[in-house]
């Protein structure tokens, strides 16, 4: 069978972002809203028998809005990342957004009303089905809401959000969609969309990555203080939030929405920082094999020249997921197959598409959607397991309550990580010859320089940026300082040219949705080394303890997670060393077996 290199979006509302059934369905939800706005207002609490009674009917309503509005959100962004000029879809993005606040501002009269009760009264209450069956979420919800302001306060912080805050995300995909990147091929001038030019960044041919290069920068500085304006008001917004929250710690509100200590994180950049070395020497090797001093910014995903580069075709690369899936368990490779078949995938290269990859889950249908643009490198197949990993965590938790679903990022990027690992050790395993092997194991490691390396300068970024905002606006100029120094802090000075604009580049910093988007996806690259070690210790046996792991991410901490289904301590540096180790032992692999070519050069 033929797999479709677009997705379908039909079976959920027929007709795009003109649809009559998703003007129906949203009319719908925007009543369940007030209905259940008027039930939280209207509830008296008394800490009695019958406000036991109107917490499960409330909770019933929550669950059913929270899958409604997973599926109205799901299919605007699957709508906007498809065509970037598609006008309708954004007053929907709109739309959807002025919902989402006025749900927040009901849930934040709940929150209110559950730290009203009184707390013998209460914990008895999660002694009680169903409420005992979603405890967790019940016990953090009330914790967070007494480290908030008022109500009032809060719903007003809500409203104002939706235009000053969310409304400077949405700015900023506005501004992402008009930029075209100018790129001569054949003699003839041709203007890449952003995610399309992203793409000329692993050409084999260094002058092509140089101009594409050249003329990415160009286009981020020219757009430079308009997205300067943008960047600073999110981040203004949030930290007036905090300020009035009386909220220092600018991870706080990241950390408790991963569900994460921050002794975890420190241990974890502790680890890395002090590890670096084997990728320095990674870098300045892949350097040598290209025949440059020092590789620059736009070398780093450059395939290396003297190396079979493996373009595989959308078929191949789909083919060889789902064997490889196949050796891990039978449940994981039965819903890939599905997913390629019912065509869950957007991968066609076209203009117009939003830059990325992402999966996004549509839960009243039980299925999920996958979007990237595929042009055949081994990246773009691992990229394509990274998501199918997503959303099969979506389905392991399909049979959970629905609220009970609600992970957070940093495992959520665990069993995207895990499902990559599956397909690139295979790879690397099965590479015909030496050359393709190379290729392979480069490009492997190449996500550990992105995981270790980039989203660090990431970090480093985020952090000092912030800081910085608390005093003032920080101009385009100062941004790319910050950037740049991050930038080689990270990459230990190991690079001749960097990327100062790419805090304007990177979608991450812009998102609303989770402040600090960028460090979970290195924590949950080293916490799914651990998963797969014992994965492929244990064979397909494996299996079923791995989706009994992931059905708990949606109500635990990481720290329990891990103590629960891995045995490990998180707070600890023992785990995070092994876990580095783990993925530099591909470094030393790769550096003896390019020793020969180096010595011939």
């Not at 094999?289 to 078929?315: C, F, H, I, R």
Request: aromatic residues 12%.
């Amino acid at each position: 069978m033929a797999y479709s290199l677009t997705w379908d979006l039909a079976v959920f509302f027929n007709g795009g972002s003109s649809s009559r059934e998703f003007a129906q369905f949203l009319k719908e939800l925007y009543n369940d809203i007030n209905r259940f706005t008027n039930v939280v207002s209207n509830w008296k609490v008394m800490s009695e028998e019958k406000d036991r009674h109107l917490l499960v009917h409330v909770m019933e309503q929550f669950a059913d809005i929270a899958v409604n509005m997973r599926q109205a959100g799901a299919f605007v962004s699957c709508l906007e990342a498809q065509n970037t000029e598609d006008v309708k879809a954004h007053e929907l993005r709109a739309k959807v957004t002025q919902y989402s606040a006025s749900f927040q501002d009901a849930l934040t009269n709940l929150d209110q009303k559950l730290t009203g009760l009184d707390e013998e009264f209460f914990q008895e209450l999660l002694k009680t089905p169903p409420l005992n069956e979603f405890r967790y979420i019940l016990n953090e919800r009330r914790e967070r809401a007494s480290d908030k302001l008022s109500v009032e306060e809060e719903s007003l912080i809500n409203q104002l959000a939706v235009d000053g805050y969310h409304g400077w995300s949405q700015l900023y995909d506005t501004i992402v969609g008009t930029i075209k990147i100018p790129f001569e091929e054949k003699g003839e001038i041709k203007y890449l969309s952003v995610g399309q030019a992203a793409n000329k960044f692993s050409d084999p041919d260094r002058n092509v990555r140089e101009k594409v290069f050249q003329a990415w920068e160009k286009a981020w500085e020219e757009n430079s203080e308009l997205l300067a304006k943008t960047l600073n008001h999110l981040a203004g917004f949030r930290l007036s939030t905090y300020g009035k929250r009386g909220w220092e710690d600018i991870l706080k509100e990241p950390l408790e929405m991963n569900r994460m200590q921050k002794e975890t994180l420190d241990s974890m950049w502790n680890v890395i920082t002090a590890n670096k070395e084997p990728l320095i020497k990674f870098l300045e090797r892949k350097a040598k094999l290209l025949g440059v001093e020092k590789l620059s910014w736009y070398d780093l995903d450059a395939p290396l020249s003297s190396m079979e580069q493996n373009v595989m075709a959308y078929q191949d690369g789909a083919e060889f997921i789902l064997k490889q899936f196949s050796k891990f368990g039978t449940r994981l490779a039965r819903f890939t197959k599905t997913a390629f078949e019912d065509s869950w995938i957007e991968a066609e290269d076209r203009p117009n598409k939003r830059p990325g990859g992402f999966c996004t889950g549509f839960p009243l249908n039980g299925q999920s959607r996958i979007f990237m643009t595929y042009s055949g490198t081994a990246s773009n197949v691992s990229t394509l397991a990274h998501e199918l990993g997503h959303a099969f965590h979506s389905y392991a938790l399909k049979d959970t309550h629905p609220l009970n679903r609600a992970y957070a990022m940093n495992v959520a990027e665990t069993a995207s990580t895990f499902a990559e690992m599956i397909v690139s050790d295979a790879a690397v395993q099965q590479a015909e010859g030496a050359s393709q092997k190379l290729a392979l194991l480069e490009d492997k490691i190449q996500r550990s320089v992105a995981l270790l390396m980039n989203i660090h300068a990431r970090f480093l970024f985020e952090t000092r940026f912030y800081e910085e905002r608390k005093q003032g606006m920080v101009s385009a100029a100062r941004l790319n300082e910050i950037m740049l120094d991050a930038q080689r802090e990270a990459y230990g000075d190991a690079l001749a040219e960097y990327h100062p604009a790419f805090w304007a580049s990177k979608l991450h910093f812009f998102i609303t949705g989770v402040p600090f988007y960028n460090f979970p996806y290195t924590f949950g690259f080293l916490f799914s080394l651990g998963i797969y070690g014992k994965a492929v210790e244990e064979g397909q046996g494996f299996e079923e303890k791995y989706i009994s792991l992931l059905r708990d991410t949606g109500s635990m901490t990481v720290e329990d997670l891990a103590c629960k289904h891995l045995n490990i301590d998180l707070t600890g540096s023992k785990f995070w060393e092994e876990a580095v180790a783990d993925c530099l032992k591909d470094v030393e692999e790769f550096l003896k077996l390019t020793d020969s070519l180096i010595q011939a050069g």
